[in-house]
Every structure is written in C-alpha cells, then in structure tokens.
C-alpha cells in the first residue's frame, strides 16, 4: 500500500469546483495517461480519459466533460454518457461498460491519486 508521500498530486481542493474537472498526466500501470478527475455531488471521482466506445479523450473535442445537465460525464466525439459516481456508460451503444477508476483522495484541502497503479 503506498504512503501518501507516495500519492501523486493533483491540485488543492478549491481548485476543483463542483460539476468541473482537471487533468493531470500520470503513468497508470507503467503506461503514461491522461485522468480525469471531477467533482459531483461533494466528492471527487478519477478515471482514465478513455471513453469505452472508441479510445478517444472524453474531451477531445471540447474541453468539457459535463452533459449540458450537469448530472452525467460525456465524450465530446460521440455523445456517449456516464455516471460520474461510478464510470458506467447509459448510452445505448454501450450500456453497462465502465471507464477505468482510479483510487482519488481528498485530504487536507488537496487531492491525490493515490491508487497503488499510478505513478508520477
């Protein structure tokens, strides 16, 4: 289990408001990505930048992640749409498949990934 001197950083908590995201470029798995994380509802949630039906950014086309709604995670290529509490898809097309999570932790006023598969 890693330490939280071993989590990487994100941003202080009032850098991420509600219904908004950052990005922030980390090796997953060894692997160099891009993850999303979004405040909703009050908490953070994480999860690698790779919309389920194409492997395209969920922002590629537009830097915003939010349905006009504000209550669903969207890929600007094809509309596809997830809960932001879990990462899983309601679009038709790809109904139940979910985004990658990644562990995300909000802890005195910063946010860290701190999943043990993520590195700097």
């Known amino acids: 289990m890693k330490t939280q001197e071993e989590w990487v950083k994100v941003c202080t ?3 991420l408001k509600e219904g908004r995201h950052v990005i922030r470029e980390a090796h997953y798995e ?3 990505e891009s993850i999303i994380i979004c405040r909703f509802k009050g908490h953070c949630y994480a999860y690698i ?3 389920v039906h194409m492997p395209k950014r969920l922002n590629c086309e537009h830097d ?3 349905d006009i709604t504000g209550q669903f995670l969207r890929c600007s290529m094809h509309g596809i749409i997830y809960t932001p509490e879990t990462g899983t898809s309601q679009s038709t097309m790809c109904h ?3 985004l990658k999570a990644v562990k995300v932790t909000e802890i005195e006023n910063m946010i860290y990934l701190s999943d043990k598969r993520v590195s700097a």
Do not use: A, M, P, W
Request: proline content about 0%; overall charge neutral; aromatic content about 6%.
């Open 13 to 15: 908590s009032d850098k």
């Open 30 to 32: 060894g692997v160099l």
């Open 49 to 51: 930048n790779r919309c």
């Open 64 to 66: 915003l992640i939010f």
């Open 96 to 98: 139940g498949e979910q």
